[in-house]
């Protein structure tokens, strides 16, 4: 079967930098997504892990280790805009996607 | 462009009746997919398309349908709905079914099913 976990919520502050982990165990692994989704609405992409390593993406970056099986989301320079949560996502063959749980992050001023 | 629209924005069904949920992308996006997203959970996977004419089984197919007709509309369909369908449905498309595609989702359809 496919699982991920990830923590359930994290606070943090304004101006700070933050870490979301997710570990995953699946069969037929292509890499991992990570989404944000604002108060239910519409998940919004964030990034995409094949290989190893870090991708950066403005204030936003991801890390993979397939080895390890994890990955983490790292976002800096918190605004209050970035609260939300955060779902980590095995991608498999034909797109599909298994999600994580997410992780409800706070920043506080 | 209006992107990924679905219909309806919520509704209170009867147990035992049934619906059909519409999702509509005008991205002409090859691939699309069906989730659940209850309380505090993740999205499950209920069935996708990878194109026109095909349709494929997620995590949660059972007590869902679907059809892909053409490359627009993706329409999922309760035969006989069930308390424990209640939910909310988001709709998404990418533009091939490839692994790193990123996935668009329309706004959501909430569903009571009393």
């Known amino acids: 079967g496919q699982s991920l976990e990830q923590p359930s919520e994290v606070t943090a502050v304004e101006g700070a930098i933050v870490q979301i982990n997710c570990t995953y165990q699946t069969s037929g692994f292509y890499g991992l997504s990570w989404y944000q989704q604002h108060d239910g609405g519409a998940p919004t992409f964030l990034s995409y892990?094949?290989?190893?390593g870090l991708e950066e993406t403005g204030r936003f970056s991801s890390f993979l280790s397939r080895s390890d099986s994890y990955g983490y989301l790292l976002l800096q320079e918190l605004q209050m805009k970035d609260s939300a949560s955060y779902f980590c996502a095995v991608a498999l063959q034909g797109g599909k996607l298994i999600f994580g749980q997410g992780t409800e992050l706070s920043v506080k001023p | 462009t209006a992107g990924i629209t679905q219909a309806p924005t919520s509704q209170i069904l009867a147990a035992g009746r049934s619906m059909t949920l519409r999702c509509t992308q005008d991205m002409r996006h090859n691939a699309m997919y069906w989730y659940r997203q209850d309380l505090g959970l993740g999205l499950r996977l209920i069935h996708y398309s990878n194109t026109a004419g095909t349709t494929g089984k997620g995590e949660v197919p059972d007590g869902y349908s679907v059809s892909r007709a053409n490359t627009d509309d993706f329409p999922l369909t309760l035969a006989s709905a069930v308390p424990s369908q209640t939910s909310v449905y988001f709709c998404?498309?990418?533009?091939?079914?490839?692994?790193?595609?990123?996935?668009?989702f329309g706004p959501g359809t909430r569903l009571t099913v009393l």
């Open positions: 892990n094949a290989l190893d």
């Open positions: 998404a498309s990418s533009t091939s079914g490839r692994a790193s595609d990123t996935q668009y």
